[in-house]
Nanobody
Framework: QVQLVESGGGLVQAGGSLRLSCAAS????????MGWFRQAPGKEREFVVA????????DYAGSVKGRFTISRDNAKNTVYLQMNSLKPEDTAVYYCAALRYWSDYSDVAYWGQGTQVTVSS
C-alpha cells in the first residue's frame, strides 16, 4: 500500500512558477513509475508527465514540455514537479500517481488527493 500526499499548489500569476511535491509512504516507492496528471474544470483528467523508477527517463505531454520538470528522490520517497512559465490554461487540480508500467499511463496503482493550481492572467 502506498499513500501519496501532494503539496505546493496555490495561486500564481501567468509567467510565474510553482513547485509541487508528492510525498509517498511505504517502502516500495522506488518500484513505481511516478507521474503527474491534472484535471481542469469541466474536463477529463489528463496525463502531464512521468518519470521512470530510477529517474533516468521522463515523458512529458506536449503542452508542458520545456516548461515543467519532473524529478524524484527515492531516498526521500518524494517526486517533484517544477512548473515554470505558467499559463492560465495550466489551471487545474494536479494529482500525483504511482504507475505500474512505463508508458502505460492508464494503469494507475495509487492516486494522491490532488492539489489546486490556479494561474491568473
Amino acid at each position: 500500500q502506498v499513500q501519496l500526499v501532494e503539496s505546493g499548489g496555490g495561486l500564481v500569476q501567468a509567467g510565474g512558477s510553482l513547485r509541487l511535491s508528492c510525498a509517498a509512504s511505504g517502502r516500495t516507492f522506488s518500484s513505481y513509475v511516478m507521474g503527474w496528471f491534472r484535471q481542469a474544470p469541466g474536463k477529463e483528467r489528463e496525463f502531464v508527465v512521468a518519470i521512470s523508477w530510477s529517474g533516468s527517463n521522463t515523458d512529458y505531454a506536449g503542452s508542458v514540455k520545456g516548461r515543467f520538470t519532473i524529478s524524484r528522490d527515492n531516498a526521500k520517497n518524494t517526486v517533484y514537479l517544477q512548473m515554470n512559465s505558467l499559463k492560465p490554461e495550466d489551471t487545474a487540480v494536479y494529482y500525483c500517481a504511482a504507475l505500474r508500467y512505463w508508458s502505460d499511463y492508464s494503469d494507475v496503482a495509487y492516486w494522491g488527493q490532488g492539489t489546486q493550481v490556479t494561474v491568473s492572467s
